[in-house]
């Protein structure tokens, strides 16, 4: 769209233009799917492994055009940004329901253990997690990364760049601690995703978490980037404001873990 | 097909890494109307200079709605559609299309007039 079309547009809302990325990362999100079906059943990766590499090249190229439109091309009136903070609120809404699901699965077979388990939770022969050694120093570094990911916020706001990068890269740098203990843990664990319906649903639970977890590690490395970059003004910065709010779900979605799968299934 | 393929990727992957970028010494953020462009500035301008509705989509009260005296509708265009509430206790909205010209008549008798306004 050039110049004049825009200028001609009398109008707040953002008419986006024809682009391939739906088409392609749609196309990445079968393959990968079924790439995973692939995987679990025959233990052949390539096929996950193309969709992947399909989803990451989309996913950053469409990204990559969102953010031209919004800091090269202002494209993103209040309008704009007010539509895209209430798309954020429904994305998280589904996410929050997502591990509803996996919760439900969780207490389902916790609250009434069925005979086949030993009638006890943690079923007969499942050694769980110390929740007072790694689980509850990740707490301490989820709350921590979710006060240092307001402080930059707040820095943001008040025009403070200096402070806002250094709380960004502390959050990082807790989130990717976060990660690789975790990872420390699973390699430690006593059960496996085949042991029982605990190893199951425990497994199922964390490992989405932990997924996401990456998952908002990059959003904020990109906000980093795009901060450093001068894309943000200390009233438009929707990308980071998304990314905090994804994180402090990723953070309370943990809380929640933490208490009834870590805490309480532990005697 | 390959080298066609290659060559389009690097030119891409180029393109994306190599691009402007300036920040003061001073590492102060920029002052949120100049940092904006296009539209969102137009619009930022609008409000700093007063107008809460640069682009006239905020539902405006009727006048007397006479033949004589229609209510005024703004459009950058040859046409635009509007809805008339007609009246208070209404729970639907009439819509119809009003053109550039003589006024129009809602079914209900309310009179409306497209003037043109230069777009934001």
Known sequence: ?267 | MVSLCGRAVLQASRRSLIYAQARCKSYEMPDPIDHATGIEKRQLLAEAAGNDDPFNIKPIKRGPSTKDCPTLVPSAFDSRIVGCVCEDEATHVNWMWLHQGSPRRCECGHWFKLVYKAPL
Not at chain 1, 79 to 99: A, H, K
Not at chain 1, 194 to 204: L, R
């Open chain 1, 1 to 267: 769209m050039n110049f004049m079309q825009m200028s001609m547009n009398n109008h707040p809302f953002h008419m986006v233009e024809k682009s391939p990325w739906p088409l392609t990362s749609s196309l990445g999100m079968i393959i990968m799917t079924s790439g995973f079906i692939k995987w679990f059943h025959y233990k052949i990766l390539l096929m996950f492994l193309l969709g992947i590499l399909i989803m990451i090249l989309s996913s950053y190229q469409w990204w990559r055009d969102v953010t031209r439109e919004s800091t090269f091309q202002g494209l993103h009136s209040k309008e704009v940004y007010m539509n895209m903070n209430w798309g954020m609120i429904l994305f998280i809404t589904s996410e929050v329901f997502f591990f509803l699901s996996f919760f439900w699965a969780y207490f389902h077979a916790s609250l009434s253990p069925n005979i086949e388990i030993g009638s006890m939770w943690p079923p007969i022969g499942i050694i769980p997690f110390n929740p007072y050694h790694i689980p509850l120093l990740n707490t301490i570094i989820l709350i921590s990364s979710g006060a240092s990911i307001t402080w930059s916020h707040h820095s943001l706001i008040n025009k403070n760049f200096k402070q806002s990068m250094i709380s960004l890269t502390t959050t990082i740098i807790l989130g990717i601690y976060f990660s690789i203990l975790q990872k420390y843990e699973y390699n430690d664990a006593y059960f496996t995703i085949a042991d029982s319906i605990y190893g199951s649903t425990f497994y199922m639970a964390t490992g989405f978490h932990g997924m996401h977890v990456l998952i908002g590690t990059m959003f904020l490395m990109v906000c980093l980037i795009r901060l450093k970059n001068n894309h943000f003004s200390k009233n438009h910065h929707f990308g980071f404001e998304a990314a905090s709010w994804y994180w402090h779900f990723v953070d309370i979605v943990w809380l929640f873990l933490y208490i009834s799968i870590y805490w309480w299934s532990f005697n």
